[in-house]
């Protein structure tokens, strides 16, 4: 998070104003030869020579020639010892070099169009050069008839005042003095006697004339290129969000047209010879944070960055040095991770040597949140990290911070979900909730957070009066933020409290307020980026959707809360947070990712009521949305795999599951590059795949697909797996029948029934009822037989789905009929044959 863009006008040194030499077009005595001449200065040696006092730049004077006269014939200036030297050609206003912009696949293929027009730069080694003295014409004396011209102007072009040759000296604090008129015989025709020429001669600088004006129309430029560039990134950042989620051509290119005119000012005004060392430091942060926030030119970065370092050594600029190192560590995990890790090693040691606790904060996190990008939160190092952070900050309480630390070394232990890893978190959680009393920890994004991993953490587990309760808690909690200023709806920075030592070295300032901000007496503020409001109350919604989904008794409910979350997600964010392009396209990706997982929820849910017809329009929509490559990929191809299976089409199914991206390997797993949603669906997808191998009766391939699954299932965290596995594998069926194999049927079926109560799945429970029914107790007639077929048939009216509701009032009219109760019978038979026919319907009509 590099520093913040201000540059206001500090640090700049007014520098003398050099003229442009021109002939006033209105001056009433413009044609006079006399006014025509050209007037030549000089340049004191210490000018030229002697370096700038406050940098390592030479103090040149430099003329920007104005756009407006370069079509004009400029008067060519005559030197009788030195011929004039010729000005270079114009600079163009856009970089030679067009910034190669990020995420965009060529789309910036051409310079923008210049709609300034471009700054042309005197040669500076003119104004270095003496100029050879010319030689006085005589002037005329004054008659009545012929009026005494105007003295030509000359302006000092240096602060100290240059002393001319006595031939060329006049007065410097008056009018010149002419001469009156002499006889011929005195001086000659029209001559000025020799004392009268030395009275004119002896002053020691040009008057300025009386009758023109000479104020300077030069302005400082640089303050100019700052304030344009300002402008043009603001403009840029603040349509972000609008261009992230329409991405048009035409939206693209204007903003690739503000952002490279904002660059080119930049570059402009680090060509400049006027700046202070601290503001080229500035500058250089600035122009190096654009390019790695909006473009790919990552070696341009760096050698910005290099300069930067240079003068922020020479000068002891310590606030922005370490500015400049946390934006290099950004560049560089770019293009090298492994050497980004060792130079973060690096710096937080030398942190620590010299004390410098805030930044060791600041390097410490970057190196935690490089290692979430890496997919390596949950390793060693990773956790070492996380944990030093916790201990630094109890040494020396600051409490936000190791809160933090704890927090985020939960989320990396849900990410991993290895072995006793709930235990982990809940641990996480403990240390975090131990310090709830402190009112230096409860910030609103850390107090939202922790409950959202709490919860989070619940739902593996499988309990549904634990979830309401955790659920409970965090809408209680999202309900008193809702109205509260702590936490602004344009905000997505959560500001973790510091406490500053006393006499400790100062290292940071306004210019570091994007990764450390100042704060006011002994606490100073370390800047994360986290969710928007916006996005933490949508996502609120569908872990609400997911709650429900076991604890609510009316079907569909969880639909309505995931359609809220999609309608939360798909508002326009007119009050968000302006953000480079790049941010906004990555933020847009995930919301864009969450709308798609609330959407496959959606048909996920559908498929569970036999509700195909939207199933299908839910695979329409992600079909329009080209899900990307990752968990969304997989689950639209899942979700279509589901609905072939459902619709009776078992060989486009079979075609499905086959796909290369369910493959499992029978020791390992999942592939290498699977996420952990892609695994948990390879595994459902095969078992679906052993329904269909059992309904085609290919016994080869069920066992050896057997003996795949079963380590991946019998073992796996997730309970709901290991339930589905027992709810197949009871209910197939071999040709002759094995031996021992009732024995496996029951324990299988026992294994599925007590999982389904412990978590409250009616679905999954009148499933394995309706299977005890069939395995069980066919063709049997008694007490227990009744009581099994009737509690599979109202278990499958609560869980809704139409098909299984079939399947139990058949089997429990066939019971009817066994027991001899042929009224009850009749009815259960009506009732399932209604159903069967449904469910027939709709399939066939979404097919």
């Keep these: 998070m590099p520093p913040g863009p201000g540059y206001g006008g500090q640090g700049q040194q007014q520098q003398p104003q050099h003229p442009q030499y021109s002939r006033h077009p209105q001056h009433p005595n413009s044609q006079h030869p006399q006014y025509q001449q050209h007037v030549h200065q000089n340049i004191h040696p210490q000018y030229g020579a002697a370096p700038y006092a406050n940098g390592n730049q030479q103090y040149h004077h430099v003329q920007y020639s104005q756009p407006m006269y370069q079509q004009q014939p400029q008067q060519q200036h005559q030197q009788r010892a030195a011929p004039a030297p010729v000005a270079p050609a114009p600079a163009p206003f856009y970089p030679s070099t067009t910034p190669q912009f990020s995420n965009y696949d060529g789309a910036y293929n051409q310079p923008p169009p210049s709609t300034v027009a471009p700054v042309q730069f005197v040669d500076p080694s003119f104004l270095q050069r003496p100029v050879a003295p010319s030689q006085p014409k005589h002037i005329p004396p004054v008659s009545a008839s012929q009026p005494a011209p105007a003295a030509t102007p000359v302006v000092n072009p240096g602060p100290a005042r240059a002393t001319l040759p006595p031939q060329q000296a006049t007065s410097a604090t008056s009018s010149p003095r002419l001469p009156e008129s002499r006889p011929a015989s005195q001086g000659g025709p029209g001559r000025p006697t020799s004392k009268d020429a030395r009275r004119l ?373 007119t009050s968000s947070v302006a953000r480079s392009l790049p941010e906004a396209v990555k933020q847009a990706d995930w919301v864009a990712e969450i709308v798609l997982y609330s959407h496959m929820l959606v048909g996920l849910q559908a498929a569970t009521l036999c509700d195909w017809a939207r199933v299908k329009i839910i695979l329409n929509l992600l079909k329009n949305a080209q899900p990307a490559v990752g968990f969304p990929e997989i689950m639209t191809l899942y979700l279509n795999g589901v609905l072939m299976q459902g619709t009776m089409q078992s060989a486009a199914a079979l075609e499905i599951w086959l796909d290369p991206m369910f493959d499992l390997d029978r020791h390992t797993g999942p592939k290498a590059n699977t996420s952990h949603i892609g695994y948990q669906l390879s595994i459902l997808a095969a078992l679906s795949r052993l329904w269909i191998l059992n309904a085609n009766r290919d016994e080869v391939a069920m066992v050896d697909l057997i003996d795949q699954l079963r380590p991946l299932c019998e073992d796996n965290p997730d309970v709901e797996i290991k339930m589905a596995y027992h709810l197949v594998l009871s209910s197939l069926n071999f040709s002759p029948p094995r031996s021992m194999q009732i024995q496996q049927v029951k324990a299988h079926i026992q294994h599925a029934l007590s999982i389904s109560q412990s978590a409250q799945n009616t679905h999954c429970l009148s499933m394995a009822l309706n299977i005890m029914r069939s395995r069980l107790f066919e063709n049997v007639s008694g007490d227990q037989a009744l009581k099994s077929a009737r509690a599979a048939a109202q278990q499958a009216a609560r869980g809704g789905n139409i098909l299984w509701k079939s399947v139990g009032e058949g089997m429990l009219a066939r019971t009817y009929e066994l027991m001899g109760m042929a009224n009850e019978a009749n009815a259960a038979q009506e009732a399932g044959v209604k159903y069967a026919n449904e469910a027939y319907a709709r399939t066939q009509a979404n097919r």
């Design 201 to 573: 001669t002896s002053g020691g600088s040009v008057a300025k004339s009386p009758v023109m004006s000479h104020s300077s129309s030069h302005i400082e430029t640089v303050p100019v290129l700052l304030h344009v560039a300002e402008d043009c990134f603001s403009k840029a950042n603040a349509v972000g969000h609008n261009i992230a989620r329409s991405m048009t051509d035409e939206e693209l290119s204007e903003h690739h047209k503000i952002v490279a005119t904002g660059l080119a000012c930049l570059e402009l005004a680090m060509k400049s010879n006027k700046i202070l060392p601290r503001l080229e430091a500035r500058l250089c942060l600035r122009y190096a944070s654009i390019l790695v926030d909006e473009t790919n030119n990552v070696m341009e970065a760096e050698t910005a960055l290099t300069r930067s370092f240079a003068v922020c050594e020479k000068h002891r600029f310590y606030d922005l040095k370490y500015s400049s190192q946390f934006l290099l560590m950004k560049t560089l995990f770019q293009r090298n991770q492994k050497a980004a890790f060792k130079s973060l090693d690096a710096y937080i040691a030398d942190c620590t040597t010299f004390k410098h606790i805030h930044w060791m904060y600041a390097f410490r996190f970057l190196k935690a949140a490089f290692h979430v990008q890496a997919g390596t939160a949950s390793d060693h190092h990773a956790l070492e990290n996380l944990r030093k952070i916790a201990a630094i900050a109890t040494d020396r309480d600051d409490k936000a911070i190791f809160v933090t630390a704890v927090i985020l070394e939960g989320l990396a232990h849900l990410g991993s979900q290895k072995d006793d890893w709930i235990t982990r978190v809940q641990t996480c959680i403990a240390q975090a909730a131990k310090l709830q009393l402190n009112d230096d920890v409860h910030i609103p994004q850390m107090d939202v957070l922790l409950l959202f991993m709490d919860l989070a953490c619940s739902l593996h587990r499988k309990s549904p009066t634990i979830l309401k309760q955790k659920m409970e808690k965090l809408q209680a909690k999202l309900e008193q933020l809702r109205h509260s200023n702590e936490w602004a709806a344009r905000s997505d920075e959560m500001l973790l409290p510091i406490r500053r030592l006393p006499n400790a070295p100062l290292t940071i300032s306004n210019d570091t307020r994007g990764v450390i901000r100042l704060g006011e007496g002994n606490i100073d503020y370390l800047v994360l980026t986290t969710l928007g409001k916006q996005e933490v109350y949508a996502l609120a919604f569908v872990f609400n959707g997911i709650v429900a989904l076991s604890t609510a008794t009316t079907h569909g409910r969880s639909s309505s809360f995931w359609g809220e979350a999609v309608r939360g997600f798909g508002e326009k964010k």
